[in-house]
């Protein structure tokens, strides 16, 4: 068995894969039913999945419901993203300690070796947009290179569209193409019930060398490739990439920007739930006994005043700099910094924002109408 082979596990063999993986000394990943969400966080074995759950979204709303199957994989995605265990919301950079002799320092070490259970295709993209980010830079993040090291990433196409979901128009999936180990397609069909896997890597090929599997017919490969044209073709969200970059360029005084300011409750919500987004701030933090201090790095928001505060005050005190500082950024600007889209079309900016703002809706609005000249204070 090769890279790029296919292959068929049951049930029992994905159960035997997480426990070789965790016999393997990895801390595994996977999604699992929490608070009226699907979250990512440690599983222990098969049954901690959300086996016959699903998610309905829309902009704005989020809820779970009961399959009447039991898919291991039948949901889209939840408010977490991967991002915050390679890039975790709060993390210690350094910590002092006074002595006698005056102070000692230490520096955390970082959790890992992972395995990502679960990962969908729109995720990989957004991982490996961190990865330009973190590591290919002329700085790299040591801690974000120590947590990315060694990572095994068991993806999952996906076998249903979700209303807010539009990778299709970000050419992320809904089928991983690449970034992984081994990547599943979950097959429901009568009394079958199995996995169609796609070996990514050595690692994924070592992976399945220590589980129950055989090899995939060209009839599996083929009712595999089926579920993602499907899902593609039934794509909840759709948004026009052509020329993107240079029409928001030419949009910055649009007035569609103030009528999108007057909706945006600037709650950080997108920005916290975006699998790609990497603002942070650091606070200096100290024991009340003055023995102890720590440099702690936590996300941060270019929805906040502070966040573009300099000497005399914030750059962007309005709402409507703001947003239009995060839809550019996300959908232009990165493209010049990186290479690449900041968004990769998961939805959740949409779903997680509590008045429903729909990106795709706002930048065909910012497109249809001709620029007009810029409102004082903008």
Not at 48 to 63: H, K, M, N, V
Request: with cysteine; glycine share 10%.
């Amino acid at each position: 068995m090769a890279p790029n082979s296919y292959v068929v596990l049951e049930k029992s063999g994905l159960r035997r894969l997480v426990t070789a993986l965790r016999e393997g000394g990895r801390s595994v990943v996977g999604p699992r039913l929490r608070d009226g969400a699907i979250i990512y966080d440690a599983i222990e074995s098969l049954d901690d999945l959300p086996i016959g759950w699903t998610d309905e979204q829309g902009p704005g709303s989020y809820r779970l419901r009961r399959r009447d199957d039991q898919a291991c994989f039948g949901y889209v995605v939840g408010p977490h993203s991967w991002r915050r265990f390679l890039h975790p919301p709060r993390v210690t950079l350094f910590r002092l300690e006074r002595t006698d002799d005056g102070f000692t320092t230490r520096v955390p070490v970082p959790e890992g070796p992972y395995a990502f259970l679960g990962v969908r295709p729109c995720e990989l993209a957004a991982i490996a947009v961190q990865d330009r980010v973190f590591l290919q830079g002329p700085f790299v993040d040591a801690g974000y290179a120590a947590r990315r090291e060694g990572l095994f990433v068991v993806a999952v196409d996906c076998a249903q569209a979700g209303a807010t979901c539009f990778c299709a128009s970000m050419e992320t999936g809904p089928r991983a193409r690449e970034g992984f180990d081994l990547a599943l397609t979950e097959v429901i069909d009568g009394e079958s019930h199995h996995f169609v896997v796609e070996v990514g890597s050595e690692a994924g090929q070592a992976a399945m060398a220590e589980v129950p599997h055989r090899p995939a017919s060209e009839a599996e490969v083929a009712a595999a490739m089926a579920i993602s044209s499907a899902t593609t073709a039934a794509m909840g969200r759709q948004l026009d990439t052509d020329g993107l970059k240079e029409s928001l360029y030419d949009s910055v005084d649009h007035p569609h920007w103030d009528d999108v300011a007057g909706r945006c409750l600037a709650c950080t919500n997108c920005t916290m739930v975006c699998p790609t987004c990497f603002c942070t701030t650091v606070q200096e933090v100290s024991d009340l006994d003055g023995r102890c201090g720590s440099r702690v790095r936590l996300w941060d928001s270019c929805f906040t005043t502070e966040f573009s505060y300099i000497h005399g005050g914030p750059v962007r005190s309005s709402v409507k700099a703001r947003y239009r500082q995060w839809l550019t950024h996300k959908l232009a600007t990165w493209i010049d910094q990186f290479g690449t889209s900041g968004c990769v079309g998961c939805g959740r900016c949409i779903t997680w924002c509590p008045v429903g703002i729909d990106l795709t809706a706002e930048v065909r609005a910012l497109r249809q109408t001709a620029a007009v000249p810029a409102h004082e204070g903008s």
